[in-house]
Antibody
Framework: EVQLVESGGGLIQPDRSLRLSCAAS????????MHWVRQAPGKGLEWVSS????????SYADSVKGRFTISRDNAKNSLYLQMNSLRAEDTALYYC????????????????WGQGTMVIVSS | AIRMTQSPSSLSASTGDRVTITCRAS??????LAWYQQKPGKAPKLLIY???TLQSGVPSRFSGSGSGTDFTLTISCLQSEDFATYYC?????????FGQGTKVEIK
């Protein structure tokens, strides 16, 4: 079964750091680009970051640029999001998602999503 | 950034109705557009990609069309399990952006 499982969320104080993980299974992880997408409580979807299959192409939303770092370990079938200098507005459910095509870039629709991990930034 | 505007933001419909949701982009692009369905407490589910290609396993009552700046998602015969929120998303240029969502409710 193709599956993504996020972990690492929790309640964290402003300006602190948190690292999210996404464990992939059921597909050849290093064939596909991966993304993080977040959803604030009661709000819509916001794309956060992307990484190509070989980490050669990485992009960020302006709202997290300079504070968040995406990475992957293909040997461990895992995706990560290092979040520094967290703000209240980063409070959201964070999803990892797999693209639906094998391409050198990170382009593609998201055909597999995890269940999400909740990050709450509050003092 | 390309802004994606969905209309309507919500709609009420009955089982069996034909439903159309529109997504307008602030600048034109080809077919790098996807539609997702999200139910409460669940992750989004891919319905349509490349503007009009039905994702495997998705019922054929869902269809997508459009190019340039105007795209549509049509549900030909609404079923009870289709009551959900629908999002469009462009993956043509960074930052990738979603529409604000269209909530389909029971009339």
């Amino acid at each position: 079964e193709v599956q993504l499982v996020e972990s690492g969320g929790g309640l964290i104080q402003p300006d602190r750091s948190l690292r999210l993980s996404c464990a992939a299974s059921g597909f050849t992880f290093d064939d596909y680009a991966m993304h993080w997408v977040r959803q604030a409580p009661g709000k819509g979807l916001e794309w956060v970051s992307s990484i190509s299959w070989n980490s050669g192409s990485i992009s960020y939303a302006d709202s997290v640029k300079g504070r968040f770092t995406i990475s992957r370990d293909n040997a461990k079938n895992s995706l990560y999001l290092q979040m520094n200098s967290l703000r209240a507005e980063d409070t959201a459910l964070y999803y990892c998602a797999k693209v639906n095509v094998i391409v050198p870039t990170a382009t593609g629709a998201f055909d597999i999503w995890g269940q999400g991990t909740m990050v709450i930034v509050s003092s | 950034a390309i802004r994606m505007t969905q209309s309507p933001s919500s709609l009420s419909a009955s089982t069996g109705d034909r439903v159309t949701i529109t997504c307008r982009a602030s600048q034109g692009f080809s077919s790098f557009l996807a539609w997702y369905q999200q139910k409460p407490g669940k992750a989004p589910k891919l319905l349509i990609y490349a503007a009009s290609t039905l994702q495997s396993g998705v019922p054929s009552r869902f269809s997508g069309s459009g190019s340039g700046t105007d795209f549509t998602l049509t549900i030909s015969c609404l079923q009870s399990e289709d009551f959900a929120t629908y999002y469009c998303q462009q993956y043509y240029s960074y930052p990738w952006t979603f529409g604000q969502g269209t909530k389909v409710e029971i009339k």
